[in-house]
Structures are given as C-alpha cells and as structure tokens.
C-alpha cells in the first residue's frame, strides 16, 4: 500500500488575525495583532469570553475560553473587539480555494483547519517543500499565517501542526514520535477528552510516551474502544482517511520548488510540460476547460516573475495548453537561474458553456481522445506511473537533480 502523504494547516489565531486583516482593508492603521487584544463575546451581556487572543495577551497569561473580566485583570490595557462570523467564513474560504490548487482531497475540520492528502498530487515534489510552499502563500497572498504539519497520517500531521506556533512547519514522521511526541504531557495528545486526563495521571501515565508504552490490555480493560484508541494514538497509530466532498476549484495549479537551481528555457520548458500534465488532467476529472494560463518562475534571489495569457479556444488539453505555457517562458525567461516553477489555469468553464465550431472539434477530437486514455491509465496504475512519451516525469528531474 502506497504511503500517505498528509498534510494540516491550522490558521494562527484565526478570528482576531482574520478582524485584522479586514480592519486593515477597511483602512485601519493600527493593527491588532501587534497591540494586547481578544475577540470576545459581549461584555454588558456578561457572556464575553475570550475566543481569540494576540501573542501580546498571550504574554500576559490570558488564555482562550476565560472571561473577559478575568482577562482585563490580567492586562488593563486590553482591547476587546467583536466576533464577526461573516467575515470568518470568507476568509477561510479564501484559504480553502488556495490549498484547491494543491489537491482535491480537502477536509474542512473546523472554520480554520483543513487535512490535505497530497498522495497522488505531488508529482515528484515532496511533502514537506508542498507544505513549505503553502505556508509561504498563504501569508503572501492572504495576509494571515497558518501552521502546517507534515506527516503519514491525520493524527500526526495535527499534532506536528499543534508544535510551536505561529507560521511554522513542522514534521512529525514515525521515527520522530519519541522525540517529539512521547516527551508532551498527556493532555497534548488529539481527542483526548478533560475527564479521561484525571484518571490516566492516577494511573501513573503523565506524558505521551508513558500511555505509548503502557499495557494495551489494561487500558481496553478500564476504558473499552477508547482505550485502545489511545494507546494507539499514542504510538502514531492511525488509518483514517481525509474525509473530503469534492467541490469544483475556481482554478487549478501546480507548482514545484526545485532541490537545486535550474538554468536554460529546455529544462525549464521539461518542468513546465510535466507540471501542465499534472494541472490538465485534474482539469478533465471535474469536465471543466481553462480560458487562461499562468507560468510562475522564482529565481535563486526569490525574485517573482509571472505571465498569464488569454486563450483563444477554452481547452483542458495538455498539447495545447503546454504550447501557451511554453510561450509565456518564452517571453518571460531573462536568463536567471530558477528555483520555483508553477503552472496555473484560471477562467474555468464545462464544456456545455461553450459552443466549439466544427473546425474545432475535428482538431480536438483525437487530441482529446489520447488524453482521456492517458487519465484512465493514471486512474488504474497510479499518476506517477504513466506518462508521455514526451514528458519528462518531475519525480526523474528531481531525482536526476539530486544527483548532479
């Protein structure tokens, strides 16, 4: 069975960095983030408690879910503002159509918390360089930080997510569980609940690894399932999937950062071809056509170069979008040697949106029957198994690169 290859993002104080944002859009000069602050409920109504809180209050000892009374006692410079669920649920949805470019399998946890399985979506990257990438956008072009953890499995990408804090990347594979896992007190552990903590300290059991490294039998004895649910999430263990409805992305890319610099339009072009192989067979799974195509080039200096173009004709077809892409690096290329390449499509449409003249579907006919045998091939042996015969695979590059 392959390896998974999963990863979690968590937004960092997601509501009070999310009020921020959008006070700042709405011409605010002061931003919270940088001044003692929570959002909290309402004060007069004596229902305010503490839902978010800045680093600053951190430093004061506040902590999320205490009131907002005990919170000014702490810090009486404290600025309390007002939830605002509106303007959350864009946000986040700002942050899910982002990780849409990186796969289809999306779990949505919570408002600010997403699983990702990126298994078939790699395409010669690896994981932790996919979760280096996002955490790097999603402070670039949304405006907030996220915290991703890289992992096998669900339970230990949300724990390494759980890891220091804010706007990290942390792994947490098998062989790191002792060390960064067993030495966390048992209450750190996922969904393990207040009252069951109580009963495992009078049990002896006080950090991860004592309840990784206790009697399983015991455990299934005093507390049933949930007992070996623990001590199997204790020692890493779980087989969950990334439960995901699949949704139809406003626009679908792939992007890779390269494990050494590149030089010269060839091998740039093997990369964008294989990259544009990946984007336009996801572009089929849903039946949608691209009206536009992007090249993102990031050289060694992480100087930013990017190119769109109209397309005449809207198409899913890799021979015709590789061509416009190759085109963009044709006029966009200076030279330097590149770090990053990245292939998008915007503008997405079905196929029953538009009306193709006969001409066109004479020339797309066969084009579009080479591709669908290609996708169903993929479907059966996996996407890094089959290829064009003209594409060099992004895994061989990098592999070939390593090597150099």
């Known amino acids: 069975m392959k390896e998974r290859q999963i990863l979690h993002v968590d937004v960092n104080n997601a509501f009070l960095s999310w009020t921020a944002i959008q006070r700042l859009k709405e011409g605010e000069t002061l931003d919270i983030r940088e001044i003692p602050s929570v959002i909290g409920g309402d004060e007069e109504t004596r229902s305010g408690i503490v839902l978010a809180k800045s680093m600053k209050a951190k430093a004061c000892g506040i902590v999320t879910g205490e009131t907002l009374y005990q919170a000014r006692k702490k810090c009486n410079n404290l600025q309390v503002y007002p939830s605002n669920y509106k303007v959350y649920k864009n946000y986040s949805n700002a942050l899910y159509n982002l990780l849409l470019q990186y796969t289809d399998k999306i779990e949505r946890f919570s408002i600010d918390e997403c699983f990702l399985d990126m298994t ?219 770090r990053l390449i990245g292939v998008r499509t915007d503008e997405l449409c079905h196929k029953g949106q538009i009306q193709l003249t006969l001409f066109d579907n004479e020339n797309s006919k066969k084009q579009e029957k080479i591709d669908k045998s290609i996708d169903v091939l993929k479907e059966k042996y996996g996407y890094s198994k089959i290829t064009r015969g003209t594409v060099m695979n992004v895994e061989n590059i990098v592999k070939a690169k390593r090597k150099e």
Request: net charge positive.
């Open 120 to 338: 078939e979506y790699l395409a010669g990257a690896t994981l932790l360089n996919k979760a280096i990438e996002i955490n790097n956008r999603v402070e670039k072009e949304l405006g907030f930080t996220v915290n991703v953890g890289v992992a096998h499995n669900k339970l230990l990408a949300k724990m390494a997510s759980d890891f220091e804090k804010p706007n990290k990347v942390h792994t947490l594979y098998e062989e790191e569980i002792p060390k960064k896992m067993w030495c966390l007190p048992i209450s750190e552990l996922f969904m393990l609940g207040r009252k069951t903590v109580p009963k495992l300290y009078n049990m002896g059991i006080r950090k991860i690894g004592d309840l990784a490294k206790f009697d399983e039998k015991i455990l299934i004895k005093k507390f049933g399932k949930h007992g070996k649910l623990m001590w199997e999430y204790a020692n890493g263990i779980d087989n969950s999937e990334v439960q995901y409805e699949p949704e139809e992305p406003k626009s679908i890319g792939n992007s890779i950062t390269l494990p050494s610099d590149i030089y010269g339009k060839d091998k740039i072009n093997e990369i964008v071809l294989a990259l544009t192989e990946q984007v336009t067979y996801r572009l089929r799974k849903y039946d949608l056509l691209a009206n536009v195509v992007s090249v993102q080039l990031r050289t060694k200096d992480f100087k930013d170069y990017s190119h769109q173009r109209k397309l005449l004709i809207s198409t899913n077809s890799t021979r015709e979008i590789y061509k416009v892409a190759k085109e963009i690096v044709e006029e966009m290329y200076k030279g330097d040697f590149i």
